[in-house]
Protein backbone atom coordinates (compact mmCIF):
# COMPACT_ATOMS: atom_id res chain seq x y z
CA UNK A 1 0.00 0.00 0.00
CA UNK A 2 2.10 2.92 -0.92
CA UNK A 3 4.89 4.65 -0.37
CA UNK A 4 3.98 6.88 2.61
CA UNK A 5 5.71 5.39 5.50
CA UNK A 6 4.60 7.53 7.94
CA UNK A 7 0.95 8.99 7.74
CA UNK A 8 0.06 12.35 9.61
CA UNK A 9 -3.23 13.24 10.93
CA UNK A 10 -4.77 16.46 12.33
CA UNK A 11 -8.12 17.14 13.77
CA UNK A 12 -9.35 14.05 15.54
CA UNK A 13 -12.87 15.42 16.06
CA UNK A 14 -16.35 13.58 15.87
CA UNK A 15 -15.38 12.01 12.55
CA UNK A 16 -11.47 12.64 12.57
CA UNK A 17 -10.83 10.47 15.34
CA UNK A 18 -12.54 7.12 13.93
CA UNK A 19 -11.24 7.80 10.96
CA UNK A 20 -7.61 8.39 12.17
CA UNK A 21 -8.21 4.50 14.34
CA UNK A 22 -9.15 2.99 10.99
CA UNK A 23 -6.11 4.08 9.85
CA UNK A 24 -3.59 2.84 12.48
CA UNK A 25 -5.41 -0.48 12.12
CA UNK A 26 -5.98 -1.06 9.07
CA UNK A 27 -2.87 0.81 6.78
CA UNK A 28 0.05 -0.85 8.41
CA UNK A 29 1.70 2.55 8.57
CA UNK A 30 3.20 4.50 11.47
CA UNK A 31 0.62 7.11 12.15
CA UNK A 32 1.77 10.56 13.97
CA UNK A 33 -1.68 11.99 15.33
CA UNK A 34 -2.15 16.10 17.06
CA UNK A 35 -5.16 17.73 17.78
CA UNK A 36 -5.58 19.98 20.50
CA UNK A 37 -7.50 18.17 22.99
CA UNK A 38 -5.57 15.55 25.13
CA UNK A 39 -8.38 13.10 25.52
CA UNK A 40 -8.56 11.71 21.69
CA UNK A 41 -4.72 11.88 21.66
CA UNK A 42 -4.76 9.86 24.81
CA UNK A 43 -7.29 7.14 23.37
CA UNK A 44 -5.62 7.05 19.87
CA UNK A 45 -1.94 6.87 21.73
CA UNK A 46 -3.58 3.81 23.50
CA UNK A 47 -4.94 2.25 19.95
CA UNK A 48 -1.26 2.80 18.78
CA UNK A 49 -0.66 5.81 17.51
CA UNK A 50 2.16 8.05 17.67
CA UNK A 51 1.64 11.94 19.32
CA UNK A 52 3.00 15.09 18.23
CA UNK A 53 3.59 18.24 19.87
CA UNK A 54 2.08 20.40 17.78
CA UNK A 55 0.89 20.60 13.91
CA UNK A 56 4.08 21.71 12.66
CA UNK A 57 5.98 18.76 14.65
CA UNK A 58 2.97 16.04 12.89
CA UNK A 59 4.66 17.94 9.35
CA UNK A 60 8.04 17.50 9.93
CA UNK A 61 7.59 13.57 10.58
CA UNK A 62 5.15 12.18 7.76
CA UNK A 63 5.10 11.51 4.28
CA UNK A 64 1.55 12.07 3.69
CA UNK A 65 -0.98 14.71 6.19
CA UNK A 66 -4.79 13.95 6.36
CA UNK A 67 -6.54 17.21 7.87
CA UNK A 68 -10.12 16.62 9.21
CA UNK A 69 -10.98 20.19 9.97
CA UNK A 70 -14.42 21.64 10.51
CA UNK A 71 -14.18 24.45 8.16
CA UNK A 72 -11.87 26.71 5.69
CA UNK A 73 -10.89 28.91 8.73
CA UNK A 74 -9.03 25.88 10.62
CA UNK A 75 -7.66 24.86 7.39
CA UNK A 76 -6.20 28.23 7.04
CA UNK A 77 -5.01 28.48 10.23
CA UNK A 78 -2.72 24.98 9.98
CA UNK A 79 -1.52 26.05 6.66
CA UNK A 80 -0.54 29.27 7.86
CA UNK A 81 1.87 30.41 10.46
CA UNK A 82 4.54 27.75 11.61
CA UNK A 83 2.22 25.06 9.65
CA UNK A 84 2.05 22.83 5.86
CA UNK A 85 3.37 25.65 4.04
CA UNK A 86 6.30 26.28 6.38
CA UNK A 87 7.38 23.05 7.09
CA UNK A 88 6.57 20.99 3.78
CA UNK A 89 8.88 19.31 2.13
CA UNK A 90 9.34 18.19 -2.10
CA UNK A 91 7.19 15.01 -2.61
CA UNK A 92 5.26 15.52 0.65
CA UNK A 93 1.15 14.90 0.17
CA UNK A 94 -1.83 17.00 1.79
CA UNK A 95 -5.32 15.33 2.00
CA UNK A 96 -7.82 17.76 3.04
CA UNK A 97 -11.01 15.43 3.79
CA UNK A 98 -12.83 18.43 5.38
CA UNK A 99 -15.45 20.31 3.31
CA UNK A 100 -13.65 23.64 2.62
CA UNK A 101 -13.40 26.27 0.12
CA UNK A 102 -13.26 25.43 -3.28
CA UNK A 103 -10.85 28.67 -4.30
CA UNK A 104 -9.21 28.34 -0.99
CA UNK A 105 -8.50 24.35 -2.00
CA UNK A 106 -6.65 25.52 -5.62
CA UNK A 107 -5.13 28.58 -3.76
CA UNK A 108 -3.43 26.23 -1.32
CA UNK A 109 -2.92 23.64 -3.86
CA UNK A 110 -0.91 25.98 -6.42
CA UNK A 111 1.25 27.15 -3.39
CA UNK A 112 2.12 23.59 -2.56
CA UNK A 113 2.54 22.62 -6.38
CA UNK A 114 5.41 25.46 -6.15
CA UNK A 115 7.47 23.77 -3.74
CA UNK A 116 7.40 20.70 -5.09
CA UNK A 117 4.37 19.24 -2.68
CA UNK A 118 1.06 18.19 -3.32
CA UNK A 119 -2.41 18.90 -2.29
CA UNK A 120 -5.91 16.36 -2.88
CA UNK A 121 -9.45 17.62 -1.49
CA UNK A 122 -11.18 14.30 -0.39
CA UNK A 123 -14.39 15.30 1.81
CA UNK A 124 -16.00 12.96 3.52
CA UNK A 125 -19.81 12.05 3.45
CA UNK A 126 -22.41 9.98 6.38
CA UNK A 127 -22.04 9.64 9.22
CA UNK A 128 -20.55 9.02 12.58
CA UNK A 129 -21.08 5.55 12.48
CA UNK A 130 -19.55 4.83 9.01
CA UNK A 131 -16.45 6.84 10.01
CA UNK A 132 -16.47 4.16 13.33
CA UNK A 133 -17.21 1.16 10.69
CA UNK A 134 -15.03 2.68 7.92
CA UNK A 135 -17.70 2.86 5.51
CA UNK A 136 -17.66 6.82 4.70
CA UNK A 137 -17.66 7.65 0.65
CA UNK A 138 -15.09 9.77 -0.09
CA UNK A 139 -15.08 12.23 -3.19
CA UNK A 140 -11.51 12.87 -4.49
CA UNK A 141 -9.76 15.75 -6.33
CA UNK A 142 -6.78 15.00 -7.42
CA UNK A 143 -4.69 14.40 -10.79
CA UNK A 144 -4.95 10.93 -11.93
CA UNK A 145 -1.40 9.76 -10.81
CA UNK A 146 -1.94 11.21 -7.23
CA UNK A 147 -5.41 9.36 -6.76
CA UNK A 148 -4.14 6.23 -7.62
CA UNK A 149 -1.22 6.01 -4.45
CA UNK A 150 -3.76 7.57 -2.05
CA UNK A 151 -7.03 6.16 -2.50
CA UNK A 152 -5.59 2.46 -1.02
CA UNK A 153 -5.26 4.87 1.95
CA UNK A 154 -8.46 6.07 1.99
CA UNK A 155 -10.18 2.87 1.56
CA UNK A 156 -9.10 2.25 5.38
CA UNK A 157 -11.90 4.46 6.69
CA UNK A 158 -14.02 4.46 3.37
CA UNK A 159 -16.14 1.87 0.70
CA UNK A 160 -16.77 4.57 -1.55
CA UNK A 161 -14.03 6.34 -3.22
CA UNK A 162 -14.87 8.74 -6.43
CA UNK A 163 -12.20 10.83 -8.09
CA UNK A 164 -14.45 13.65 -9.06
CA UNK A 165 -11.84 15.44 -11.07
CA UNK A 166 -8.26 17.61 -10.70
CA UNK A 167 -7.95 19.38 -7.56
CA UNK A 168 -11.17 20.94 -6.18
CA UNK A 169 -13.49 18.88 -7.84
CA UNK A 170 -14.10 16.70 -4.87
CA UNK A 171 -14.80 19.73 -2.66
CA UNK A 172 -17.59 21.03 -5.84
CA UNK A 173 -19.17 17.73 -5.38
CA UNK A 174 -19.46 17.10 -1.76
CA UNK A 175 -20.78 20.91 -1.23
CA UNK A 176 -23.45 20.06 -3.96
CA UNK A 177 -24.54 17.00 -2.10
CA UNK A 178 -24.89 18.84 1.18
CA UNK A 179 -26.71 21.93 -0.64
CA UNK A 180 -29.06 18.98 -1.73
CA UNK A 181 -29.04 17.27 1.35
CA UNK A 182 -30.01 20.62 3.25
CA UNK A 183 -32.90 21.45 1.04
CA UNK A 184 -34.60 17.61 1.19
CA UNK A 185 -34.34 17.45 5.28
CA UNK A 186 -36.37 21.42 5.06
CA UNK A 187 -38.78 19.35 2.51
CA UNK A 188 -39.22 16.72 5.04
CA UNK A 189 -39.41 19.44 8.01
CA UNK A 190 -42.10 20.76 6.42
CA UNK A 191 -44.13 18.12 5.97
CA UNK A 192 -43.93 16.70 8.81
CA UNK A 193 -45.02 19.96 10.30
CA UNK A 194 -48.02 20.35 8.09
CA UNK A 195 -49.24 16.29 8.42
CA UNK A 196 -49.25 17.40 12.06
CA UNK A 197 -51.88 19.67 12.03
CA UNK A 198 -53.48 17.71 10.19
CA UNK A 199 -54.03 14.69 11.88
CA UNK A 200 -51.33 12.74 10.22
CA UNK A 201 -48.88 10.36 12.54
CA UNK A 202 -45.13 11.89 11.01
CA UNK A 203 -43.93 8.10 11.42
CA UNK A 204 -46.65 6.94 9.31
CA UNK A 205 -46.04 9.87 6.67
CA UNK A 206 -42.49 8.92 6.19
CA UNK A 207 -42.95 5.44 6.35
CA UNK A 208 -45.84 5.56 3.70
CA UNK A 209 -43.33 8.58 1.38
CA UNK A 210 -40.25 5.92 1.65
CA UNK A 211 -42.39 3.72 -0.30
CA UNK A 212 -42.52 5.95 -2.83
CA UNK A 213 -40.71 8.45 -5.37
CA UNK A 214 -40.38 11.03 -2.36
CA UNK A 215 -38.31 8.37 -0.79
CA UNK A 216 -34.46 9.36 -0.06
CA UNK A 217 -31.52 8.26 2.61
CA UNK A 218 -32.38 12.21 4.04
CA UNK A 219 -36.04 10.90 4.53
CA UNK A 220 -34.56 7.34 6.15
CA UNK A 221 -31.94 8.46 8.22
CA UNK A 222 -32.42 12.31 9.00
CA UNK A 223 -36.09 12.09 8.82
CA UNK A 224 -37.12 9.27 10.81
CA UNK A 225 -34.16 9.22 13.10
CA UNK A 226 -33.92 12.83 14.10
CA UNK A 227 -37.14 14.75 12.63
CA UNK A 228 -39.80 11.92 13.39
CA UNK A 229 -38.39 11.61 17.27
CA UNK A 230 -37.72 15.08 17.70
CA UNK A 231 -33.65 14.37 18.82
CA UNK A 232 -30.86 17.00 17.72
CA UNK A 233 -28.27 16.08 19.51
CA UNK A 234 -24.91 17.80 19.83
CA UNK A 235 -21.82 16.85 18.66
CA UNK A 236 -23.37 15.98 15.66
CA UNK A 237 -23.45 17.71 12.43
CA UNK A 238 -24.62 21.56 13.58
CA UNK A 239 -26.60 23.68 12.26
CA UNK A 240 -23.57 26.66 11.72
CA UNK A 241 -21.56 24.06 10.06
CA UNK A 242 -24.51 23.37 7.51
CA UNK A 243 -24.28 27.43 7.38
CA UNK A 244 -20.98 27.07 6.64
CA UNK A 245 -21.34 24.51 3.84
CA UNK A 246 -24.08 26.09 2.11
CA UNK A 247 -22.43 29.13 2.13
CA UNK A 248 -19.89 27.40 -0.03
CA UNK A 249 -22.59 26.53 -2.40
CA UNK A 250 -23.83 29.87 -2.44
CA UNK A 251 -19.98 31.13 -3.76
CA UNK A 252 -19.58 28.95 -6.25
CA UNK A 253 -22.92 29.91 -7.71
CA UNK A 254 -22.11 33.40 -7.42
CA UNK A 255 -18.84 33.11 -8.63
CA UNK A 256 -20.49 31.36 -11.49
CA UNK A 257 -23.35 34.46 -12.09
CA UNK A 258 -26.02 31.72 -11.33
CA UNK A 259 -28.68 32.10 -8.68
CA UNK A 260 -30.20 29.24 -6.72
CA UNK A 261 -32.78 30.43 -4.76
CA UNK A 262 -33.71 27.02 -3.10
CA UNK A 263 -29.97 27.43 -1.90
CA UNK A 264 -30.57 30.81 -0.64
CA UNK A 265 -34.02 30.26 1.08
CA UNK A 266 -32.13 27.04 3.34
CA UNK A 267 -29.65 29.61 4.29
CA UNK A 268 -32.38 31.88 5.45
CA UNK A 269 -33.67 28.93 7.40
CA UNK A 270 -30.36 27.44 8.97
CA UNK A 271 -29.73 31.33 9.93
CA UNK A 272 -33.53 31.48 11.53
CA UNK A 273 -32.21 28.26 13.72
CA UNK A 274 -28.97 29.40 15.18
CA UNK A 275 -30.44 33.21 15.99
CA UNK A 276 -32.57 31.09 17.50
CA UNK A 277 -30.48 29.60 19.73
CA UNK A 278 -30.13 25.90 17.75
CA UNK A 279 -26.37 26.83 16.16
CA UNK A 280 -25.50 23.82 17.87
CA UNK A 281 -27.91 21.42 17.71
CA UNK A 282 -28.22 18.82 15.09
CA UNK A 283 -29.13 21.15 11.81
CA UNK A 284 -32.42 18.69 11.20
CA UNK A 285 -33.61 20.96 14.38
CA UNK A 286 -34.84 23.09 11.53
CA UNK A 287 -37.58 20.83 11.86
CA UNK A 288 -38.62 22.28 15.51
CA UNK A 289 -38.60 25.93 13.92
CA UNK A 290 -40.67 25.54 11.20
CA UNK A 291 -43.19 23.84 14.10
CA UNK A 292 -43.10 27.09 16.75
CA UNK A 293 -43.89 29.41 13.12
Known amino acids: MSDYNTLGFIGLGVMGEPICRNLVKKSGKRVVA????PEPL????????????????????????????PSAKHVRAV?????ILKNIKSGQVVVD????????????????????????????ARTRQAAQDGTLSVMVGAVPALYTEIEPLIRC???DVTNCG????????????NMVLFETVNALAEAVAV????????KLLLDTLSKGSADSFALRN?????????????????????????????????DAGIRIRGAELIGTVLQEAIDAGSGDAYFPVIAKHIDRA
Open 34 to 37: FDMS
Open 222 to 254: HGMKAIVPGTFPERAFSTEYALKDLSYALELAS
Open 79 to 83: FEGDG
Open 97 to 124: LGTSSVSQTRDFAGQLHAKGAAWADAPI
Open 157 to 159: FAT
Open 195 to 202: AKHNGVDP
Open 166 to 177: EVGAGQVTKILN
Open 42 to 69: ARLRADGADVAASAADVIRQCDLLFLCL
